[in-house]
């Protein structure tokens, strides 16, 4: 994470690793799209955006495949959506057209996250620790905390974690990838983190990872379930390791050389698929925000050569495809496998983020423990 979200240094930053007026513009629809449609209460609803505007079947792909059902996911979207705002330097006490929007977001999360998926407690902490970051308010210590507790004390003995609070299921890659940077980023602004966390991490990511292919598996034994090692996967691990610290490894540059050949690309392929016993048609490929934003984060804390070249394809594949008039103007549509379980607004907040990628962690470095 940076302080530095002042226009002028921010946008030297961000024109350095390869914005342009053109993503800032992107960045500033997406934010205004987040702003229209944040609840009263301060909270995003992950399925109630597209009742509103009249697709009642938006956004009601809570089910893991995309099958509709009633989504979740609130705390996770509103965490998301949080942190894309903070990317701006728009805060609760800074000056703006955010300030009460980001006031009304932060005092829900504070005070909603407990109950959520681990991916909740772990959004949760990651945009309330940025918020503290980035304004030093001391009445946002007491959330983080908590929420770090929460963490800690749902992590499998010899690895990482699965979806729910003390849930003892096979620890799973994305689950962590929500978790290790919460508890990163909570400890690199101040917060008591016990270190223990990370000692049986990477070597339990090391251990799910094809070495042939850089592709990392879901959890351990997930091929006797039937997942296979996915570059997805791959990014994720890139992200755990690098707010970890570990970003010059053989298994990173494995990982990273997997998800090169995936690079950002706007195509939609489906295939029929056998879901709880009905035939769906399911979206498949690469062609997943999630993917691209962990990515994208993963490779600018590193600082790697190439994020350049990633970042220069996520903004072809990204700034084309944003709506830009009517009553979607500035959002993306959900797409993916992630896209239909969040919704529009999860889209919209991990593009935003994936954008905004250069220029929250240009002086990550700085701050390593």
Not at 111 to 130: C, I, P, R
Not at 132 to 153: H, M, Q, R, Y
Not at 193 to 218: C, F
Request: glycine share 10%; aromatic share 10%; hydrophobic share 40%.
């Amino acid at each position: 994470m940076t302080k530095n979200r002042a226009a002028p240094a921010r946008d030297a930053a961000w024109r350095a690793e390869g914005g342009s007026a053109g993503t800032t513009k992107a960045v500033e629809r997406a934010l205004a799209w987040l702003a229209r449609h944040q609840h009263k209460d301060g909270y995003w609803d992950a399925d109630d955006f597209g009742r509103a505007a009249g697709n009642p079947t938006e956004g009601k792909g809570g089910g893991w495949h995309g099958e509709p059902q009633p989504c979740r996911f609130d705390v996770e979207v509103t965490a998301l959506a949080t942190m894309a705002f903070l990317a701006m330097g728009h805060t609760h006490k800074a000056r703006g057209p955010y300030q009460k929007h980001m006031a009304k977001a932060l005092t829900w999360l504070s005070q909603s996250a407990s109950g959520a998926t681990l991916f909740g407690v772990g959004y949760a902490t990651q945009a309330l620790a940025e918020a503290f970051d980035l304004t030093g308010d001391e009445e946002l210590k007491d959330a983080i905390e908590s929420n770090v507790d929460i963490l800690i004390d749902s992590q499998h003995p010899r690895a990482g974690w699965r979806y729910f609070a003390h849930s003892r299921m096979a620890s799973g890659v994305p689950t962590t990838s929500a978790v290790v940077p919460a508890l990163a980023a909570a400890q690199r602004v101040g917060i008591k983190v016990p270190k223990r966390y990370r000692k049986p991490i990477l070597p339990w990511l090391d251990g799910l990872m094809d070495k042939k292919t850089g592709r990392v598996k879901y959890h351990v034994g997930a091929e006797r379930l039937g997942y296979t090692p996915t570059t997805t996967n791959a990014a994720s691990t890139l992200l755990i390791r690098a707010w970890l610290g570990e970003t010059k490894s053989p298994r990173f540059e494995s990982a990273v050389k997997a998800v090169m050949k995936r690079k950002p690309k706007w195509s939609i392929k489906f295939k029929e698929m056998i879901v709880k016993g009905r035939k769906r048609r399911v979206q498949i490929g690469y062609l997943q925000h999630y993917f691209w934003w962990h990515a994208s984060d993963a490779l600018a804390i590193a600082k790697h050569p190439v994020r350049k070249t990633w970042y220069g394809a996520l903004k072809k594949a990204l700034i084309p495809k944003q709506k830009k008039s009517g009553h979607l103007a500035g959002s993306w549509d959900p797409v993916g496998t992630y896209g239909k379980v969040g919704g529009r607004v999860f889209s919209t907040a991990l593009c935003t983020l994936a954008l905004t990628s250069p220029i929250r962690y240009a002086d990550h470095e700085k701050k390593r423990d």
